[in-house]
């Protein structure tokens, strides 16, 4: 946070939270339209089961969900509790961003990219794929991090090295997760979509922070289907959405993987 002056630290902290839950509405938006194809501009927000168009004072992220309990104001159709879940998750990460990030566009891409992750995930949870808009979304916010790095002074040799390395390092590792997964359960473990989501954070990440997330959203997998397993009595082998693991760890990657890498580093020289 050392690019925010300590000055108006607490002024920065409020807009980052106001922003974080207004754009955590549109991503309500976003991951019930653009699955199902349609405009995420037009129409205006409106509830699905009666169609009437949402008033402003019913569509402040959580605070609205709160004070209609749920509820349409109109129909009484309870209103699912994923929308002040995201918005609040929105917030958090944000934050989250902001307060370990060491500059403004470390910080300005982390937000953005925090956003189409809880897309991702989101959607992947509803319905077990990933939309190519989606993935697409991330693509264009890597070559977009491309551009401001190289007009920012960095080597344009380490920029494509890391864009194409990370690219397809990573898609090709979880492509052959992907077949050794068929091979041994006989079933599809990972769709086409986790590689492609894969390919699209690899480029905005780099080749050392998409293999490590890689890496952790095994982990992060593991344990969630361990727990489910035992606490809903299932087997192991219950289809899970893969999206929600893969950005879990990217994101942990994105802002923790310089300090994890030097924590690890420092405990082998020590033993």
Not at 70 to 78: F, I, M, Y
Not at 89 to 107: D, E, P
Not at 121 to 126: E, M, N, Y
Request: with cysteine.
């Amino acid at each position: 946070m050392s690019f925010c002056p300590s000055e108006i630290f607490g002024f920065v902290i409020v807009i980052i939270a106001l922003l974080g839950l207004c754009v955590g509405s549109f991503l309500n938006v976003c991951i019930y339209r653009v699955p199902r194809h349609e405009s995420v501009v037009f129409p205006a927000s409106h509830c699905p089961g009666c169609g009437t168009k949402i008033k402003w004072y019913d569509n402040i992220p959580i605070l609205s969900f709160i004070l209609l309990r749920g509820k349409c104001r109109h129909c009484n159709e309870k209103i699912s509790l994923r929308y002040p879940l995201v918005e609040g998750l929105n917030l958090f990460f944000w934050l989250l961003v902001f307060l370990t990030a060491g500059s403004f566009v470390q910080c300005f891409f982390g937000c953005l990219f925090s956003s189409l992750l809880i897309c991702i995930s989101a959607a992947d949870l509803d319905s077990m794929e990933i939309p190519d808009a989606f993935n697409l979304a991330v693509l264009v916010l890597a070559v977009m991090k491309f551009g401001v790095y190289l007009l920012d002074g960095v080597s344009l040799k380490a920029l494509l090295i890391d864009f194409f390395a990370g690219a397809l390092s990573g898609s090709l590792l979880l492509f052959c997760l992907y077949l050794l997964v068929l091979k041994v359960l006989k079933k599809e473990g990972l769709g086409g979509g986790d590689v492609k989501l894969t390919f699209a954070c690899g480029a905005f990440l780099g080749w050392k922070q998409v293999l490590f997330g890689i890496g952790l959203s095994a982990y992060v997998g593991l344990i969630v289907v361990i727990i489910h397993a035992l606490v809903k009595r299932k087997s192991l082998k219950d289809s899970f959405p893969y999206g929600p693991f893969l950005s879990t760890g990217f994101f942990i990657s994105y802002l923790f993987f310089d300090k994890i890498f030097d924590w690890y580093v420092n405990l082998m020289f020590r033993v």
